[in-house]
């Protein structure tokens, strides 16, 4: 998945958790996107990096951080989890962009996130 | 076909036939378009993309139609293999906008 590593892969947790998820990339892509994927929706954007410790929101941020001190890791975290943060997380990259996407994009395996 | 952001079709073919997934998209302001396959477990894969200046792409064994009256995608994928099934879905994206949207995708079967 061009050099894209998401952890955990699968994670359970409980109402009002935190949970960090981790995307590692080795492309040195600048751009690094967090989507979520839930059936009858498609993907949509959390949260997007244009560069270290550059972030902005995407389209269902609510209830969502990020950080980016490297530009090979962006975290995405659930400060206090929620049974509709239930969803498979996928990071992505993209060499180039404006805005959330205007090109191609690579993504990880993704992270089944189980919320109880 | 696929309408962006509806329930998920589904598309039988046997090995050997010629494919046709459909995506009808909502804005005509969109200039760029992307098909992306996904398999079982993984994440989405870039297959090809055209852009709005274009009505024709073509790729190995991939061809995208983009019919801008109508606002309608298609990728066709000629001999159909066991590993072509997958699930495969669309993005529009308006680059000014830089919005993109993703529509849930048409799961293909390809029978023996």
């Known amino acids: 998945d061009a050099g894209i590593t998401q952890s955990p892969r699968h994670k359970v947790t409980e109402t009002g958790t935190p949970v960090t998820l981790r995307c590692h990339q080795t492309?040195?892509?600048?751009?690094m996107y967090w989507y979520r994927q839930d059936p009858g929706h498609g993907l949509r954007l959390i949260h997007y990096s244009y560069g270290v410790k550059d972030t902005d929101k995407g389209e269902v941020s609510d209830g969502y951080s990020v950080s980016r001190s490297k530009t090979e890791d962006f975290l995405l975290t659930l400060e206090s989890a929620t049974s509709s943060q239930t969803s498979v997380y996928f990071c992505?990259?993209?060499?180039?962009?404006?805005?959330?996407?205007?090109?191609?994009?690579?993504f990880g395996s993704g992270t089944q996130l189980s919320v109880l | 076909g696929e309408s962006v952001g509806l329930h998920l079709p589904t598309l039988s073919v046997q090995e050997g036939d010629n494919s046709i997934i459909n995506c009808a998209y909502s804005?005509?302001?969109?200039?760029?378009f992307i098909w992306y396959k996904q398999e079982s477990g993984k994440g989405p894969q870039f297959i090809i993309d055209i852009r709005s200046n274009m009505d024709k792409r073509q790729g190995q064994r991939v061809t995208v139609l983009l019919n801008k009256t109508v606002k309608h995608l298609s990728l066709q994928i000629a001999a159909t293999q066991p590993g072509d099934s997958a699930v495969y879905f669309c993005?529009?994206?308006?680059?000014?906008?830089?919005?993109?949207?993703f529509g849930d995708g048409t799961t293909l079967t390809v029978k023996p």
């Open positions: 992505a990259i993209s060499e180039r962009g404006r805005g959330p996407t205007n090109e191609k994009l690579f």
């Open positions: 804005n005509s302001a969109s200039d760029y």
């Open positions: 492309e040195n892509h600048r751009y």
């Open positions: 993005a529009e994206i308006n680059t000014n906008a830089g919005k993109s949207t």
